[in-house]
């Protein structure tokens, strides 16, 4: 039958049991352990301590019975404690004689102490301490009790350093979820989604407090797939497989991909790996889904597919010409007079200059990509280049009326004359192109407080407002007959507009179905 004193003992150890399992408060577990170490031990004082890793120095941790000024004076105590469990000698020799220092030192009226390690495999954790204010020694009974209370508080110290871990490694993997540029997602076995990332609801739509707890076809809804499974297919056909042919590799993965409807009702094209997790039983616990934006992707997919369709057109026509000519003018069996010749190599001339132009497009759209447009910067005369440029293609229409409007003493601008050559020479092209009746041409500038405007105008079919925020695309072209029948790279404009950008200018059209175009462009004064 169990005396008083154990069953009092038992009841102290419940206690603290109970408060491992519900308390996360480190230090009052330990007050705890040590107001109930004290009690049962007669003691009027005690003292934790704990191993500070930042510190490098055992640090008190919880106290009783002791005013926290004299604290410090109690660290003979444990200045000789190892970290190694290995390394201890207990009891401490002279820890009474050690006590009696202190007492007299710091006037405090204690004199005797009892003292064991916290322990955890072979690693020191800490030490507890009692004290008695009477001259009673500790007997080995009393030794044995406080090692059930060390014990305890290592434990309590044990748990809370891994929760303290556990923690840490939530928050960083919360921090790694949350700021991930993909969208994240963990499902449950049922496909209930519990994880749902910041970047997951932009792309989405879905608020992550809306879309947490609800099933992962209420919120990855397709408008479109480019794969042959989805998630709920594949399940449906066995997926992920519990069990694989030994030696091969557990890669269970499934990939999605298609244009994802979003909450308001638009697509995103993404791509969706789904990643079972197991257990060591080989049970599905969760699913981890990796949602990646590939718009640009595809972008880059359509864009090549367009550039070679693209060039190949164009190279085809000019090479074709100045083929059929050439082997024309070489016909061993034929005589052609002068001007049949002049006429065949004007051709070829013109067509070997419609290359050239392609090839410099192209060459500029490169380094456009890389980054690299280089400009010459001069003092630009506005209106002779326009002048010059007017008089250029005045020889290459009988149908058009080139001409120019400018205020007197239009300002010179800073900007790389050849550039803008080439920017005019793209939108009288164009002012050309698409007024095939003919009509006036326009170039005029107006002069602003910061800035000039250049504009080039035309009289020709002009430009449907849904198309005018995209003609500034490279390769793009306005979907009519008119375009499908002209000639064109899509490059034009595309160009036109990186160059105005790059002197820090803007460009614009405006236009309206049949009455033909304005396209103007800014560039900025010296000051």
């Known amino acids: 039958m169990l005396t008083d004193y154990r069953v009092r003992q038992r009841d102290y150890l419940l206690q603290i049991s109970r408060a491992l399992t519900s308390r996360l408060d480190l230090t009052e577990v330990l007050r705890l352990i040590l107001e109930s170490a004290a009690e049962m031990l007669s003691g009027q004082a005690g003292l934790i301590v704990l191993w500070d890793p930042e510190k490098e120095d055992f640090r008190v941790r919880a106290s009783y019975g002791l005013p926290p000024n004299a604290l410090p004076l109690f660290r003979p105590l444990w200045e000789d ?35 064991l390690p916290m322990v955890v495999g072979r690693d020191v954790m800490g030490a507890i301490y009692v004290f008695r204010a009477r001259g009673i020694r500790f007997s080995s009974d009393d030794l044995q009790v406080l090692s059930s209370f060390a014990d305890q508080a290592a434990i309590a110290v044990h748990n809370a350093q891994l929760y303290e871990a556990v923690s840490r490694e939530k928050q960083r993997l919360d921090a790694v979820l949350e700021y991930s540029a993909d969208g994240v997602m963990l499902l449950d076995p049922a496909h209930r989604i ?7 609801a932009r792309l989405t739509g879905w608020p992550a407090e809306e879309a947490i707890g609800r099933e992962h076809d209420q919120v990855i809804v397709w408008a479109r797939l480019e794969t042959e499974m989805d998630l709920t297919r594949a399940t449906a056909g066995g997926w992920p497989l519990r069990a694989w042919p030994p030696g091969r590799e557990r890669d269970l993965s499934l990939y999605v991909e298609g244009d994802l409807r979003r909450r308001d009702g638009t697509t995103v094209s993404v791509g969706i790996t789904y990643a079972p997790l197991f257990d060591e039983d080989d049970h599905l616990i969760n699913i981890i889904a990796n949602v990646r934006d590939i718009t640009r992707f595809r972008e880059a997919d359509e864009l090549k597919a367009t550039f070679v369709s693209v060039v190949s057109h164009e190279l085809k026509t000019p090479v074709s010409l100045i083929k059929g000519y050439a082997e024309t003018l070489l016909r061993e069996d034929a005589r052609w007079d002068a001007e049949t010749v002049r006429e065949s ?13 392609l090839i410099d497009n192209l060459l500029d759209a490169s380094r456009l990509e890389a980054g690299a447009l280089d400009l010459t910067i001069g003092e630009v005369d506005l209106v002779a280049l326009a002048e010059r440029m007017v008089a250029r293609f005045r020889t290459q229409t009988d149908k058009h ?52 405007i250049i504009t080039v105008s035309d009289e020709g079919i002009g430009i449907p407002r849904e198309e005018q925020a995209r003609i500034f695309d490279r390769f793009y072209r306005v979907d009519d007959r008119l375009s499908r029948r002209t000639p064109g790279t899509g490059l034009g404009l595309y160009l036109t507009k990186a160059v105005i950008e790059a002197h820090g200018g803007r460009i614009w059209v405006e236009s309206e179905p049949g009455q033909g175009a304005a396209f103007s462009f800014s560039l900025p004064l010296s000051r």
């Open 194 to 200: 519990t994880i749902f990332n910041r970047a997951l």
């Open 81 to 115: 404690l190892p970290r190694q469990a290995d390394l201890l000698r207990w009891p401490v020799p002279h820890l009474d004689q050690k006590l009696t220092l202190v007492s007299t030192q710091g006037g405090v009226l204690l004199r005797r102490v009892i003292g």
């Open 401 to 452: 009326l080139l001409v120019t409007d400018f205020p007197p003493h239009f300002p010179l601008v800073e900007a790389d004359e050849r550039r803008i050559e080439q920017v005019l020479a793209n939108l009288l092209a164009n002012a050309i192109k698409y007024s095939p009746q003919g009509g006036r041409v326009q170039i005029s500038g107006r002069v602003l407080p910061d800035q000039v």
């Open 345 to 357: 190599l004007t051709v070829i001339a013109e067509e070997a200059d419609r290359l050239n132009e």
